[in-house]
């Protein structure tokens, strides 16, 4: 079966430190994987998609990498801030472009 | 529009109701995603459309759960003969297939049903 986890299940940090979160999945026959981030009560904004292919992505103070041989993915986040408190959500895409499979996600809370 | 859109954001019903909740998905998507969400948890899949073909019905929890996308854009998800464990966040997402490459799913922002 293919299963995402996602560690730590939250986490609270002082604004302006530098953080990792980690996603693994079982399989890693993936095509893709997309890192996304929910408000509360909103839906999923996409953060990054990283191909198959790629080992890392990144934009603005995100940045992504991709061990497929692994199982695992790691979102870095730069100098956090208050605007970065939301879940974050990791899902490999299994399928080419079919349905994603999600973690539990990260809540994570930045405190000014 | 620029984003996907769902209608209604919010919807109660009552036990035993009919309801049917509606997306509009990025233009020239073909592909088109459900996904249920309940709270605490991260989505599931539920159906899936490569234009108005129906591909992957295989997260629809019950036969009271119906989706279509009869011109291959705007698409409907009915859900019939509510019952409690049916509330939740129910998130539609589409996108972009060119050739063997997928460039990601865009969702919109959820109806959020109750069943009272």
């Known amino acids: 079966k293919q299963e995402v986890t996602q560690i730590p299940a939250a986490l609270s940090v002082p604004e302006g430190e530098n953080l990792v979160l980690n996603c693994s999945f079982t399989?890693?026959?993936?095509?893709?994987l997309q890192w996304f981030r929910q408000d509360p009560g909103k839906g999923l904004t996409s953060l990054l998609l990283?191909?198959?292919?790629?080992r890392e992505q990144t934009s603005g103070r995100l940045n992504a990498s991709l061990d497929k041989s692994s199982g695992r993915s790691t979102l870095y986040i730069a100098a956090s801030q208050p605007g970065d408190s939301a879940t974050y959500l990791c899902?490999?895409?299994?399928?080419?472009?079919?349905?994603?499979?999600f973690g539990q996600g990260t809540e994570l809370s930045v405190k000014p | 529009g620029a984003g996907v859109s769902q209608s209604p954001r919010y919807k109660v019903a009552k036990r035993g109701q009919d309801v049917a909740l509606r997306c509009d998905p990025i233009?020239?998507?073909?592909?088109l995603f459900w996904y249920q969400q309940a709270l605490g948890q991260g989505p599931e899949f539920l159906t899936y459309?490569?234009?108005?073909?129906?591909?992957?019905k295989s997260g629809l929890p019950s036969d009271r759960f119906f989706a279509e996308r009869p011109e291959g854009s705007v698409s409907t998800l009915k859900i019939q003969r509510t019952q409690q464990e049916d509330s939740a966040v129910y998130l539609c997402?589409?996108?972009?297939?060119?050739?063997?490459?997928?460039?990601?799913?865009?969702f919109g922002p959820g109806t959020r049903l109750t069943v009272l």
């Open positions: 997402a589409s996108s972009l297939v060119a050739g063997v490459i997928s460039w990601g799913q865009f």
């Open positions: 399989d890693s026959a993936i095509y893709n």
């Open positions: 990283i191909q198959s292919s790629q």
């Open positions: 899902a490999p895409d299994y399928n080419q472009g079919g349905k994603l499979i």
């Open positions: 233009s020239g998507h073909v592909s």
């Open positions: 459309f490569q234009n108005e073909a129906q591909l992957d």
